[in-house]
């Protein structure tokens, strides 16, 4: 797909231009609640809805999609392969499950969540290989891989990385990992983009904000756009969906983008057991 002149994506459109912003629902478990916010951010004008299988909320994001009032190809759906259905025959039918669930012939971008043990880059991709000849998948994501295993992925694989998907923010900057992305020209997805709310107390943000008259959430996003990094922040309530978007509008000076590249720390939010050891 290609992008219009508001940057919503249009029939054509290539994943290397994915709108700045998202709608993320990692723990937004209740069904209602899911759905209503899946609508709203659609209806604001967000293109870009992320869920998972292991979210178990995919039926309520495709209630919220089939409810709002944005045709289904304007939309850029993403969704995600759980750790114990990496196995080729498992990722065809995790995902056909996937589609059911969401009620939709096909999503446009289907991420392996997270590199496990039983994660193959040949023999898994190739069943992203087949759901992409079957029309069933558009593009191919990985999740939470370092820049040392997504070259082991792209020397093994048969199907192109079309984006990578980890946790970013100002505490957690992903300088390699931007850096790999660019060079690459694969898109950069932040998920957490708000450090679960640490951003709000962050002083060089709080100074950012207040000039401009905005939230530290809004500066937050703005500051990963600045570095070509889409974020998709999870948001339920309708204030926050619409603040979120907000940032779509908002431009840091150099000086700004500089003060919060220079904030030297490494928060991570999310790290599971079976987190990657290189992290």
């Known amino acids: 797909m290609t992008a219009d002149s508001t940057g919503a994506p249009m029939s054509g459109r290539t994943v290397q231009t994915l709108p700045p912003l998202g709608l993320g629902t990692w723990q937004n478990e209740d069904p209602e609640q899911c759905t209503q916010s899946v609508k709203q951010a659609l209806e604001l004008g967000y293109r870009h809805i992320d869920?998972?299988?292991?979210?178990?909320?995919?039926?309520?994001?495709?209630a919220g999609i089939e409810q709002a009032a944005v045709d289904r190809d304007d939309i850029i759906l993403a969704t995600k392969v759980w750790n114990d259905n990496l196995a080729h025959d498992d990722v065809i039918s995790s995902t056909e499950a996937s589609l059911n669930r969401l009620g939709v012939e096909y999503v446009d971008l289907l991420y392996v969540h997270w590199p496990v043990e039983n994660f193959d880059?040949?023999?898994?991709?190739?069943?992203?290989?087949?759901l992409k000849e079957r029309g069933l998948i558009e593009h191919v994501g990985l999740s939470n891989f370092t820049p040392e295993q997504l070259d082991q992925v792209q020397e093994a694989a048969s199907v192109d990385i079309d984006a990578v998907q980890v946790e970013?923010?100002?505490?957690?900057?992903?300088?390699?990992?931007?850096?790999?992305?660019?060079?690459?020209?694969?898109?950069?997805?932040?998920?957490s983009p708000l450090a679960r709310g640490d951003v709000f107390d962050i002083p060089e943000l709080t100074d950012i904000a207040d000039a401009h008259g905005v939230s530290e959430a809004q500066v937050s996003l703005?500051?990963?756009?600045?570095?070509?990094?889409?974020?998709?922040?999870?948001?339920?309530?309708?204030?926050?969906?619409?603040?979120n978007f907000a940032a779509t509008s908002l431009s840091l000076d150099q000086e700004q983008v500089r003060t919060i590249d220079a904030i030297d720390r490494e928060d991570r939010q999310v790290h599971p057991s079976f987190a990657p050891s290189s992290w």
């Open 51 to 62: 869920t998972a299988q292991i979210y178990r909320n995919e039926a309520a994001v495709g």
């Open 222 to 243: 703005a500051w990963l756009d600045a570095h070509d990094v889409r974020s998709i922040p999870k948001a339920t309530s309708r204030d926050h969906i619409v603040d």
């Open 121 to 130: 880059p040949e023999r898994t991709l190739s069943a992203f290989a087949e």
């Open 168 to 191: 970013c923010h100002p505490l957690l900057q992903q300088e390699a990992l931007r850096e790999y992305c660019s060079r690459h020209d694969i898109e950069l997805v932040a998920y």
